[in-house]
């Protein structure tokens, strides 16, 4: 007979020493992904400054400051054209901006991703940037960091969960590289790609994120990406209504463009034409875009920069806010290969910056900063991670205070206002369910002891056919109201209720008209049952039932004592009133009045306490009857 787990196995977390091993690998791993970002990071400049200044350099160039004129109308046709032609004979995965695609490699693909992700996805990526796309680096090296992680996860013997782990540890690294953000990078991880909680998951990737913020400083520079005049004075009650208003209204703003964004899509599945030649048709928009805007080219860090900086003009927040949110989305639902961070935060910051005009003064740059990251929050549904990355981005942890009450706000309205995020819509729309809600499971806090049925019709170790035999004819005679009785599996005991062995009610009827009745019936059924304890959860049995295929267990005690029997339907019925804390509404106190009628009103509660335990008891005694009255005729 198969032991059942003691009480002292239970254990707050899963986690193993596997996940030092994973913790390790993830380490090189953050080496890699600040490499990586590096590369990409160079890879675009270098594209930069082939298509407008027509000249093989890494310097750091802005496709705004190009002088071609109005051939610049062309540098992101051909682009396009490039992207199209990768993505039609290299690999149609580099379409997209990258994060729900790790999504759906991480969710629904057991952290699988093909090699050649990792070596298109960043030189597409700076194609469609140098070629003065409207996107930002941090969506692709987040797919492309999440792609080494998972060819790691594939060379190696790892399991589903390890391998999972390790592309979320190279996207972490990633996005930590990019903009220097390592807890930013860890949040977004578990906000978004993780789908779950733990130390084995958790820990790897927050040292891949850690090691490549670590190396990053190395190879990019210290400091933070946007860095402005910390705020220190103290937030009046004003400055926070002025969150509210500014969450509330990037909402609208991000609910907004995630539907422009989905309905230029759609206009494109519409076209007669290949999907390989979409990018080139956003490329014409977005060459015009820049001819009218020519900030709204490219990354637009230093856009970002004078936003936070309050180096604005309305000139500034307007291009922005139309032209720059246009193209984006119109070059974006082409299905190039380009990120959606930095144009959240540029639009958004521009948002902020307008609103600012209006809202009490706080200090430099900072509604552009609560305003990019509540739009940031609302589109992604992530906003710890928005925002933290404000503060990282920055510095300047003296707005956190508005800063994370106009994400909260723009998070809840978002959730109100649009069924999926501007992430997970493409999921949905490619045939996936997700779910972005986070819990423990119920059955992991509910014991076997709580939900295993007591009352078991169970047979002496030492019963023969004889006794198979006069149950079968019992429950033939008393019909389909025995055959409907709950158990499904009948132990046998020794004298001293210990399990000797179990049979399956087939077992029972098949010993029954086995014939040669004088045989123990123990021969007919299994010795050595599977069993649980009473002190295990209901997650554990569940697992055990997934793993046996068995949907009834006996459940013993430590010293191998029969106390009951579990069945497949009971953790359904225990699942079921889990439920109800989410959908049962009831007042569970009464307010009573300080003066006059408190003895009645004790009386009246008295009395209401005394019938529902008085109904609770009657329902209890209706139940053993029933169950009593079945057992009876199987005796």
Not at 49 to 77: C, E, I
Request: charged fraction near 15%; charge should be neutral; hydrophobic fraction near 50%.
């Amino acid at each position: 007979m198969t032991q059942a787990e003691d009480h002292s196995t239970l254990r707050d977390y899963s986690a193993t020493n596997r996940m030092l091993v994973i913790s390790g690998l993830a380490a090189i791993l953050g080496g890699a992904g600040a490499v990586l970002a590096w590369m990409l990071l160079g890879l675009i400049r270098l594209a930069t400054n082939v298509f407008y200044f027509h000249q093989f350099s890494f310097a750091n160039t802005s496709p705004a400051d190009n002088t071609l004129g109005w051939k610049a109308v062309f540098a992101p046709v051909i682009g396009g054209l490039l992207i199209g032609v990768i993505a039609r004979f290299g690999s149609e995965k580099i379409r997209g901006h990258g994060m729900p695609e790790a999504i759906e490699a991480i969710v629904f693909k057991g952290g699988k991703v093909a090699p050649r992700i990792a070596v298109l996805k960043p030189i597409a990526t700076a194609i469609a940037i140098g070629s003065g796309g409207p996107f930002g680096a941090e969506g692709p090296i987040i797919m492309t960091g999440g792609a080494t992680g998972s060819l790691i996860g594939q060379l190696l013997h790892t399991t589903d969960a390890e391998r999972t782990t390790l592309l979320v540890a190279g996207a972490a690294a990633g996005m930590s590289a990019t903009f220097s953000c390592p807890l930013s990078a860890v949040l977004l991880a578990v906000e978004l790609l993780l789908f779950e909680w733990r130390p084995r998951s958790m820990v790897p990737v927050a040292v891949a994120s850690v090691t490549a913020g670590a190396i990053r400083r190395l190879l990019l520079g210290p400091g933070p990406i946007f860095p402005m005049q910390p705020t220190i004075v103290p937030m009046h009650h004003m400055a926070m209504i002025g969150a509210l208003i500014v969450g509330l209204a990037a909402a609208l703003l991000s609910t907004g463009l995630s539907r422009v964004l989905y309905g230029v899509e759609d206009l494109f599945e519409r076209l007669p034409v290949h999907w390989m030649w979409w990018p080139a048709i956003g490329g014409v928009v977005v060459g015009i875009g820049g001819l009218i805007f020519p900030p709204a080219l490219g990354v637009g860090y230093g856009v970002i920069q004078r936003l936070v900086t309050d180096d604005i003009t309305w000139k500034l927040i307007i291009g922005v806010l139309l032209v720059k949110s246009f193209i984006w989305t119109f070059s974006l639902g082409s299905n190039t290969s380009g990120g959606i961070l930095a144009p959240l935060l540029m639009i958004g910051g521009a948002m902020g910056a307008a609103l600012g005009h209006v809202l009490t003064p706080v200090s430099q740059g900072a509604w552009a900063v609560v305003g990019m990251s509540s739009v940031l929050a609302a589109a992604i549904g992530a906003p710890l991670t928005a925002a933290m990355l404000a503060v990282e981005l920055t510095h300047n942890g003296g707005l956190m205070l508005p800063v994370l009450l106009a994400c909260v706000v723009s998070y809840a309205m978002g959730v109100l206002l649009q069924p999926r995020s501007i992430l997970t819509e493409r999921l949905s729309r490619r045939g996936f369910h997700l779910s972005r809600e986070y819990g423990v499971d119920p059955l992991e806090t509910v014991m076997v002891r709580d939900a295993m049925h007591t009352s078991v019709f169970a047979l002496s170790a030492d019963a023969t056919r004889q006794d198979a035999a006069d149950w079968l004819a019992k429950m033939n005679q008393r019909g389909s109201e025995a055959w409907s009785h709950w158990q499904r599996l009948f132990p046998l005991v020794d004298a001293a209720g210990n399990l000797s062995g179990v049979l399956a009610r087939s077992q029972m009827i098949t010993a029954a008209e086995a014939g040669e009745l004088h045989r123990p019936l123990l021969d007919s059924g299994s010795s050595k049952p599977a069993v649980i304890g009473p002190r295990e959860t209901l997650r554990s049995a569940a697992e055990r039932m997934a793993e046996s295929k068995l949907t009834s267990f006996p459940v013993v005690d430590t010293n191998g004592a029969l106390v009951g029997i579990l069945n497949i339907d009971d953790l359904l019925t225990a699942r079921g009133k889990a439920s109800l804390r989410d959908s049962d509404r009831k007042r569970v106190l009464t307010l009573r009045w300080p003066f006059g009628r408190r003895q009645r009103a004790v009386h009246a509660i008295d009395d209401i306490v005394d019938r529902a335990f008085e109904s609770a008891a009657r329902d209890h005694i209706e139940l053993e009857q029933a169950e009593e009255k079945i057992e009876s005729g199987l005796d």
